[in-house]
């Protein structure tokens, strides 16, 4: 009995402790990474994740930052041009969404496009 009751003590103290540090370093990929950006123009809801394009695909921000985008999140959204024609003539996300480089951007529309439903539902997650 004492030995299966300090097994299961071991055992709720590791799971606590793997929770704790997966909760710790997903909020310091966040600050790391930049978090995900939720584009709301022109239409809703385009995700964006930084962790997604920086550390599984190794993409520095330089890459992105240095010429396609500005580094204040969502300023592309003010600009005229921010369209799915832009990206389909390779401006913006379609630098690099061309097809070759990474999937097109006129493909896989929901890897991206996540719609009034899914914008709503990560609205909810953060309360």
Do not use: W
């Not at 009751?5 to 793997?18: G, Q």
């Not at 995900?36 to 695909?57: M, N, W």
């Not at 890459?63 to 396609?68: G, P, S």
């Not at 592309?76 to 999937?103: I, P, R, W």
């Amino acid at each position: 009995m004492r030995k299966s009751l300090t097994l299961l003590l071991v055992t709720i103290f590791a799971l606590s402790f793997v929770n704790y540090v997966r909760v710790f370093a997903s909020e310091e990929e966040e600050v790391f990474h930049g978090g995900d950006i939720i584009y709301t123009k022109p239409l809703k809801a385009v995700l964006f994740s930084h962790k997604g394009h920086v550390e599984e695909t190794g993409i520095s921000c330089e890459a992105c930052h240095d010429e396609t985008f500005e580094m204040e999140a969502l300023s592309v959204q003010s600009k005229g041009d921010f369209t799915m024609e832009s990206l389909y003539n390779g401006k913006y996300c379609g630098t690099c969404h061309d097809g070759s480089m990474a999937f097109p951007s006129n493909s896989q529309c929901a890897r991206c496009h996540i719609g009034v439903k899914g914008y709503n539902r990560l609205q909810e997650d953060k309360r």
